[in-house]
């Protein structure tokens, strides 16, 4: 099975590719001008923002990036096209020949380039609508057009694919959450014939869309029937793919240069290049010094989001000015489910290391510091464990049942200690609370 | 179907058969004159007659301050353009 | 008189002026055809002299057709860069030309046909015909022309007037309706150089709605001095010969070579070629929404819907330019003709920028002929009109600088035709205002006039 995929992701400008009419518009037909409505006499200009975005992903799949570039005119006729031409890239795309590794199988990248993107168009807004009603605020948003080589081999590798491309994304800081912001076409051929699957919407759809193409390819041959190459749109209610009603297959675009626009030296652009997500993980590990076992705890903090990555390199720093080791595992169970930044835990985690608080009182100050961003008062550890004895005595004479309890069930235990912890305000390392009470349940036989 | 019909019709353009002939036969003519380009030797392609190169615009927000007039220009209901319908 | 003149003049003598000029203007215009509007808008301030713009330039609130059924009631939201710049200046009216700019005579146009100021059965030429008969017969006038293989410098020549095409990119299109954009520049019309320099010097510049137009430096315009002239042995071979007598007699005085460009014979082919392939697919956002001519019917399948409003309103030749322009892209073909011509041009370019390596000029005939008669136009073959142009298409085609000058009067207007480097237009305001020292001008002078 071969499948390749062309993926067309919104970049994040504030503004369209060519004009200056804002990207984000409530009313339909409010960020519109001339130029993104196909005016007589308008022209392009471009954005260099949306150059940038396009320069630093082709980077970041590993392509050649074209010294010399330019635009191309696609001409096609259809409502959603402003100019009936689409201003896009054909000959000389910004980036090629790239490659992305997806478990540790490389899955080539033929191009990347920009284009703009056509208008919505609805056709059934009201009730025996028999005219489609166009919105031109999209009409004209900067798109990336990313195409793989077909060489994923099956929808669960595409939609690993397109994880992989959404973190590239998120480092690149495009975000793709929004709907709309990415479709896909897939090229799917189980045997011979190839079926194309046009402009899906958001990634899990694309995995549905290939699985259910695979299971209608493999039926058509198990009962020797023939599979026409076509194109097919995808259901997303049903999760099925329907034969397109025939929009006229003529791929005939005529594409000439686009006169209005320069030609651009791109060997002149001085951009850095982003580091990618193994880049940062080989240069946290060595900065950190993280051990072996560590190491694919840190893999999943930078292969979470690049703002997680961030979050752990500053928290990473700021362990090593406090002289304190950085554990991995804490940040990844405390500070990773975070969506902010917390500076200030490696103190506490300092006082928790130098046993001079227990870990009841670390994770209450911690909360606290979440909480209210201050971290309040340490709480000391009492170093004496006599008047901890006392205490757990205490405890069951007023709990006769408590010891029985459990005995039986080791989930009591754990809610005795809890209670224990709650009523000595966490003076007490939970080992030293556990070790005293298992202790005297052991006793009491 | 011939290549000029062929072409007629992907630029949206209906014709009679009167008009098809004297079309094809106008522009055979002058693609006639147009194949002597083949003579020419190779050379780089200049896309515009002086050198245009790297101009960009800034990413800022600049409204247009005639959205009413633009749509005015067309045939319109609650704010969207109407078009034709696609199936 | 020329504008700095006139602008000299009382505000209030003006201001009685114009609207006197817009009665004259009108009843003129039903003989002659040129203007496709007339300005009659109150006018409410003092403008310093007056100016016509070729209709396929945008002015706002003002019908702009470009001489095509399909933008019949057009009124555009902008204005061109070209019109903001020229504010001063009261704008009489948008002149007549061919649709869309495909044409040499001005005969394609849709909203009538401009009549040459010396013989009304003869054209003014084209595309910006109107503009140029403006210029002939309205005294004190200026006109705003667009030229993409000649049709500044044709009309020019046929009427009797100056026409100035600037370098490709020295004035912003923003605003002007394409035809093909790497070839389309906005030019003057004008009686005297003085009147097209100071136009020029106010149209000029970077305009960023236009990168096309960010190339060139910010310095000013300077004239400069040209003496050496080089004439193409391909061009001067194939004029008419009555003209030759004439260009021979004017140029007898000056310091010129006959060079050799053996490339020149493939211009006529690149220009349509890229020209066709330009415009038809700035043609193709004609299709009835958003814009000009509607559809009526939305229900119709849209292909129909396009078809049939791009069938009615679209006239022959912008048919046919749109039908080879169509073709010399398609796969299959793109290489032997609009890769091909892109070479071309590069070629030609280079050639030519040999020549101005040893010589400030490059001086013929404008063109092969004196101005048909609109019964032999309608003889011609599409093809045969396009050969016409093969004198006026090597400068457009490869951006230089070029002006027409009035050359002689056989008893029709005949026009010489100066090229100069990229950026060098200095030279040819200088070349311009020493032949009008030496020559006689005759214009039409129907309409206007200050006392």
Redo the contacts between chains.
């Keep these: 099975m071969k499948i390749g995929l062309e993926i067309h992701v919104q970049l994040p400008?504030?503004?369209k590719l060519f004009c200056?009419?804002?990207t984000e518009a409530e009313?339909?037909?409010?960020?519109?001008?001339?130029t993104c409505?196909?005016?007589?006499?308008?022209?392009?200009?471009?954005?260099?923002?949306?150059?940038e975005y396009a320069i630093k992903i082709s980077k970041m799949m590993n392509c050649q990036i074209a010294d010399r570039t330019?635009f191309s005119?696609k001409?096609y006729?259809?409502?959603d096209l402003?100019?009936?031409?689409q201003i896009t890239q054909y000959e000389s795309p910004i980036g090629k020949d790239g490659h992305v590794v997806v478990d540790d199988k490389k899955i080539r990248i033929r191009r990347v380039h920009i284009e703009e993107d056509p208008a919505k168009?609805?056709?059934d807004?009201y009730k025996g609508?028999?005219?489609?009603?166009?919105?031109?605020n999209r009409s004209g948003i900067p798109l990336v057009e990313i195409v793989t080589e077909p060489d994923i081999s099956s929808p669960k590798e595409a939609r690993n694919f397109l994880k992989n491309l959404k973190l590239i994304l998120d480092y690149v800081d495009v975000n793709i959450e929004k709907d709309g912001s990415i479709r896909t076409d897939a090229n799917i051929s189980v045997d011979e014939e190839r079926v194309e699957i046009k402009n899906i919407n958001g990634l899990k759809n694309v995995e549905r869309a290939l699985e259910f193409e695979y299971k209608r390819q493999s039926k058509l041959l198990k009962f020797n029937m023939k599979i026409v190459m076509e194109t097919r749109h995808f259901d997303e209610n049903t999760g099925a793919t329907i034969e397109s009603?025939s929009k006229?297959a003529?791929a005939?675009y005529?594409?000439?240069?686009e006169?209005?626009?320069?030609?651009?030296?791109l060997n002149?652009f001085k951009l850095e290049t982003p580091e990618t997500p193994e880049q940062k993980l080989k240069r946290l590990i060595d900065k950190f010094k993280i051990s072996e076992e560590q190491i694919k705890d840190v893999r999943v903090i930078i292969y979470h989001s690049k703002r997680a990555s961030e979050n752990f390199e500053s928290w990473g720093g700021e362990c090593m000015e406090y002289g304190i080791k950085v554990d991995v595992v804490w940040f990844k169970n405390n500070l990773l489910p975070l969506s902010r930044v917390v500076t200030g835990t490696p103190t506490i985690l300092k006082k928790l290391e130098d046993g001079e608080i227990s870990d009841f009182t670390a994770k209450k100050m911690f909360k606290n510091l979440i909480e209210t961003g201050k971290i309040g008062e340490f709480k000391e550890i009492e170093k004496d464990d006599s008047k901890l004895l006392d205490i757990v005595d205490d405890f069951f004479k007023e709990n006769m049942n408590a010891i029985e309890d459990a005995k039986q069930n080791p989930k009591a235990l754990n809610f005795i200690i809890g209670r224990i912890m709650k009523k000595t305000q966490g003076k007490y390392k939970s080992k030293k609370v556990y070790e005293i009470v298992k202790n005297k349940i052991d006793e009491s036989l | 179907m011939d290549i000029i019909e062929k072409t007629i019709k992907l630029c949206r353009l209906e014709m009679n058969q009167d008009e098809i002939e004297k079309i094809k036969k106008d522009v055979e003519n002058i693609l006639d004159v147009f194949s002597t380009l083949s003579d020419l030797q190779e050379d780089e392609m200049a896309f515009h007659s002086v050198p245009i190169e790297n101009i960009y615009r800034n990413d800022e927000v600049k409204k247009f301050e005639n959205v009413d007039e633009l749509l005015s220009q067309t045939k319109t209901l609650d704010n969207y353009i109407k078009g034709p319908k696609v199936l | 008189m020329k504008i700095q003149e006139f602008m000299k003049l009382d505000k209030n003598v003006r201001g009685e002026y114009y609207p006197k000029l817009v009665e004259e203007l009108k009843k003129m215009n039903k003989e002659y055809e040129v203007f496709s509007t007339i300005n009659e808008q109150t006018i409410d301030q003092d403008y310093s002299y007056h100016y016509s713009v070729k209709d396929n330039i945008c002015t706002k609130g003002i019908e702009s057709k470009a001489g095509s059924k399909i933008l019949e009631g057009y009124k555009p939201p902008f204005n061109a860069t070209v019109i903001d710049k020229l504010n001063e200046g009261f704008m009489l009216g948008k002149t007549n030309m061919d649709e869309f700019g495909f044409g040499t005579f001005s005969v394609n146009s849709a909203y009538g046909i401009p009549k040459n100021p010396f013989d009304k059965n003869r054209s003014c030429g084209g595309s910006s015909g109107g503009a140029a008969a403006a210029v002939s017969l309205i005294k004190n006038h200026v006109a705003i022309g667009e030229s993409t293989g000649g049709s500044i410098s044709c009309p020019a020549s046929f009427t009797g007037v100056i026409g100035f095409t600037p370098t490709y990119g020295r004035v912003s299109r923003y605003g002007l309706i394409d035809y093909g954009n790497s070839l389309d520049k906005i030019g003057v019309l004008a009686r005297y150089m003085d009147d097209v320099e100071y136009i020029l010097k106010k149209i000029s510049g970077k305009d960023a709605k236009d990168p096309t137009s960010m190339n060139q430096n910010n310095e000013e315009i300077k004239e400069e001095t040209s003496k050496k002239i080089a004439i193409p042995k391909q061009i001067i071979e194939n004029v008419d010969d009555k003209i030759m007598k004439e260009f021979w007699n004017s140029i007898a005085h000056m310091e010129y070579e006959i060079v050799d460009i053996p490339n020149l014979k493939y211009a006529v082919s690149s220009y349509y070629v890229l020209a066709t392939a330009e415009a038809s697919t700035n043609l193709a956002r004609y299709c009835g929404i958003r814009y000009g001519v509607g559809g009526e019917d939305f229900t119709k399948p849209y292909n129909k819907f396009f078809s049939d409003v791009r069938t009615n309103s679209f006239g022959e030749e912008a048919k046919r330019r749109i039908v080879l322009g169509t073709y010399v892209r398609m796969a299959g073909y793109r290489d032997q003709y609009y890769y091909k011509a892109l070479q071309a041009r590069n070629t030609i370019i280079k050639d030519l920028k040999k020549i101005f390596k040893d010589f400030d000029m490059i001086a013929s005939p404008t063109m092969p002929i004196i101005s048909p008669r609109f019964d032999e136009i309608s003889k011609l073959k599409p093809i045969d009109v396009y050969m016409l142009d093969f004198i006026t298409i090597p400068p457009n085609l490869a951006g230089f600088p070029h002006v027409s000058l009035p050359m002689a009067y056989t008893p029709m207007p005949v026009g010489i035709q100066f090229v100069a480097d990229h950026w060098k237009e200095g030279k040819l305001i200088n070349i311009g205002k020493e032949w009008e020292m030496n020559h006689e001008y005759k214009f039409g002078d129907l309409v206007g006039g200050i006392k």
């Design positions: 400008t504030k503004t200056s009419c804002s009313k339909p037909n409010s960020a519109i001008c001339p409505l196909g005016f007589p006499g308008s022209k392009p200009s471009l954005n260099k923002n949306a150059l330019w005119r001409t006729f259809y409502p402003a100019k009936n031409f168009m609805l056709h807004k609508q028999d005219f489609s009603l166009i919105d031109y009603r006229e003529e005939e005529g594409y000439i240069f006169p209005d626009l320069p030609v651009l030296r002149e």
